[in-house]
């Protein structure tokens, strides 16, 4: 299990320099110039100084060697640095110091490291995108196990009609309808997320909570139509199973046989499902974060592909490749340590 | 149960079942077809048949519906700008509405009816050319990669990299950055639905090349494809009449899906604003630029998000018919 996988970890490294290759000369293939905003009384001699400056004077194998070494030896250094010295966590070890002041990936929009906007808009997508599906997979899990328990049931049913409409509706079609009945009609909520909110006290927090519901509903609509059709179709599946009637024949109460016997079985499958999904709502709620102004990373995203910011854009591009590229590991990883009879070997 | 005797006494009645058992009986139904069986199973499918139903009907809508409402949909008619659909007047008497415009006008006076149906029009055609252009590229990787076994190895490790790339900010990022180029090529038009078919097709047909390779693969070993191989049949020609054929009903599930995905990405990116230009109508674009007046005119987000929302709910519903009905093993059931 270990060798499998530390060997899945090895083969991820060609996938993320492919994928990395491919961000990159999309983007060095792309037209649009930088210098695009410098003001036109800028003498052409100086524009190509700045160019030369920014680093785009260079045959493109040397500015992607150079953005490599950036994105996975300068940057690592000032977040190891930055553990040690500020951080909770690790703050009492010694100031490691690694950081020797190299260019560091530079957004062309804030002239501030990128990374400082990645720290900055992380919290903001883990918080929402997180709860998000968070409370899509608590709801759809016993609406899984109850409509394939109850199959052909009415409650069976309407869960599969409601699944479906959540496949149908876009979350930028649920978004504004959401906000136009609970915000604007209703009154109940905010229609905009507060990204400076402070939580101090009670009150601070429930409006934390208010602000959160809208955008956690959209996002958590989707994945629970997605995981409760899994973890439906994993339990019809097993209930039709001859260990099913074993269990049943030797006396065991029926809230046991299914919560525990079928569950656990048809957990495997849904647990890699739900792992998979992970990075793809991260991508997702790039749509969300914009209904709703969540200043999170698909939001940053946006912005910067709009002021032509091609540092920041290949970055956060990159970041969301590797979130997809390690929850794939740790899905391929859980089902061998979930399911003994999978042996890769 | 086989010692139990199976006729105790000299029974007449079970005597003759017997008897009419042994006797060879040509079958009593006439031959059916596979076509008809899959029918048969198809219209079982409440939903499918609705899904199906309604994919018609909102085709012909876009199809027909411009030489039934013949109001141009770029006719700007600022004296009636702002109008509300007529059933408005259902429980606002006084509300600006007239059977003139069913659907109201929006706030330079376009006619919303004619611009829905412009807009389906240019969703629905979009939907169509990517998923015809993923099915193409996967469909093709698909048989390559299982038939002939050199490429195997490459091309499905390819596909696992493709599978990983982040789908929707590549997306952006390539729709933001080709738009100028192409639109300068081809027209404002022209271009951004090249560009979008061909990103959309591009990204999407992972899916399609996995599933159709898996069924060549157990297909390549089958006694009709050693027959075909041993009268001297060349690749292609076994491709194309005995391999194909065969691997149909996956490609059109993966179509239905592959039909309903491409609609709605599209739409994300008219909403995101990388999409088509705003004098030519999407749906998604509809719902974009009317969002921000979305209290006084709820009727102008509602009608193109229902319009996309019940296209992809039927697709989907039909997928899902389609998807039992072609599979032998539940048809009949």
């Known amino acids: 299990m270990i060798t499998f996988a530390i060997r899945r970890l090895f083969l991820s490294i060609p996938t993320l320099l492919f994928i990395s290759l491919v961000i990159f000369l999309l983007l060095q293939l792309a037209p649009g110039d930088p210098m695009a905003q410098v003001p036109l009384t800028v003498p052409p001699e100086v524009k190509e100084k700045m160019r030369i400056a920014l680093g785009l004077g260079e045959p493109i194998y040397v500015q992607y060697w150079k953005w490599m070494v950036q994105f996975f030896w300068v940057e690592p250094q000032v977040f190891i640095d930055w553990l040690t010295r500020d951080s909770i966590l690790l703050g009492w070890l010694p100031d490691t110091s690694l950081y020797d002041g190299r260019l560091r990936m530079i957004s062309w929009q804030t002239r501030g490291p990128v990374m400082d906007l990645v720290v900055q808009s992380m919290p903001q997508t883990i918080w929402v995108v997180g709860m998000a599906y968070v409370v899509g997979v608590l709801i759809a899990l016993p609406i899984g196990i109850y409509s394939a328990y109850r199959h052909y049931s009415v409650f069976d049913q309407t869960g599969t009609f409601i699944s479906m409409i959540g496949f149908s509706i ?80 030797k006396g ?32 997702g709620a790039i749509i969300t974060e914009n209904v709703f102004g969540v200043n999170g990373i698909g939001y940053q995203l946006l912005i910067a592909l709009f002021a032509n910011d091609i540092p920041t854009v290949m970055t ?30 | 149960m086989t010692d139990q005797p199976l006729v105790s006494g000299p029974d007449p009645e079970i005597d003759e079942q017997a008897l009419g058992a042994l006797q060879d009986k040509g079958p009593m139904a006439p031959p059916r077809s596979q076509w008809r069986d899959v029918w048969d199973q198809f219209k079982r499918h409440k939903g499918a048949i609705f899904g199906g139903g309604f994919l018609i009907f909102i085709t012909l809508f876009v199809l027909i519906g411009p030489y039934i409402w013949t109001l141009d949909a770029q006719k700007l008619d600022i004296r009636a700008k702002d109008m509300r659909p007529v059933w408005t007047l ?17 706030q330079l ?23 015809i252009l993923a099915l193409l590229i996967g469909t093709f990787v698909g048989v390559v990669a299982g038939y002939f076994r050199r490429a195997d190895f490459w091309l499905m490790r390819f596909t696992d990299l493709v599978l990983s790339l982040p789908i929707l900010p590549l997306l952006l990022v390539a729709v933001t950055l080709f738009r100028q180029p192409l639109r300068a ?9 090249i560009l979008i078919v061909g990103v959309v097709g591009i990204t999407s047909w992972m899916q399609t090349a996995r599933i159709v390779r898996g069924d060549i693969l157990a297909l390549k070993e089958r006694e009709f494809i050693l027959a075909a191989r041993s009268i ?56 974009a630029d009317a969002v921000l007046r979305m209290e006084q005119f ?27 009905a072609l599979d032998p093993r539940i048809r009949g059931r």
């Open chain 1, 170 to 249: 876009p979350p930028f079609f649920t978004g504004p309808l959401l906000i136009v009945i609970f915000a604007v009609q209703l009154g109940w909520l905010p229609s905009n997320y507060n990204t400076v909110h402070e939580v101090n006290n009670w009150e601070t927090f429930v409006y934390q909570l208010k602000q959160m519901v809208l955008p956690v509903m959209v996002l958590a609509l989707q994945t629970t139509a997605q995981i409760s059709r899994y973890m439906r179709s994993a339990m019809l599946d097993n209930l039709g199973q001859d260990y099913v009637r074993t269990a049943r024949a």
């Open chain 1, 252 to 283: 065991l109460r029926e809230g046991v046989v299914v919560m525990v016997h079928v569950l656990r079985n048809s957990m495997i499958p849904v647990v890699t499902v739900i792992a998979l999904g992970i990075p793809a709502i991260f991508g």
């Open chain 1, 316 to 345: 956060l591009t990159f970041i969301f490749a590797i979130l997809i590229v390690m929850f794939n590991l740790i899905a391929d990883v859980l089902y061998g340590v979930l399911d003994p009879r999978i042996r890769y070997d």
């Open chain 2, 90 to 106: 259902l429980w606002d008497g006084s509300a600006n509405a007239a059977w003139a415009h069913p659907f109201g006008t929006d």
């Open chain 2, 109 to 131: 006076g376009r006619d919303l009816l004619a611009t829905m149906i412009k807009g389906g029009r240019a969703s629905m055609a979009v939907g169509w050319a990517a998923m």
């Open chain 2, 185 to 193: 090529n081809f027209g404002p038009e022209t271009g951004m639905f």
């Open chain 2, 232 to 287: 001297g049949t060349k690749n292609s020609k076994i491709i194309r009449r005995h391999l194909l054929p065969n691997v149909i009903s996956p490609i059109t599930v993966s179509a239905t899906l592959g039909l309903a995905t491409a609609i709605i990405t599209e739409s994300a990116l008219s909403f995101l604003g990388v999409g088509f230009p705003s004098d030519f109508p999407t749906w998604g674009k509809l719902l």
């Open chain 2, 298 to 324: 709820p009727e102008r987000v509602l009608l193109p998000g229902v319009a996309i929302s019940l296209t992809v709910l039927s697709v989907n519903y039909l997928g899902d018919g389609l998807r039992d």
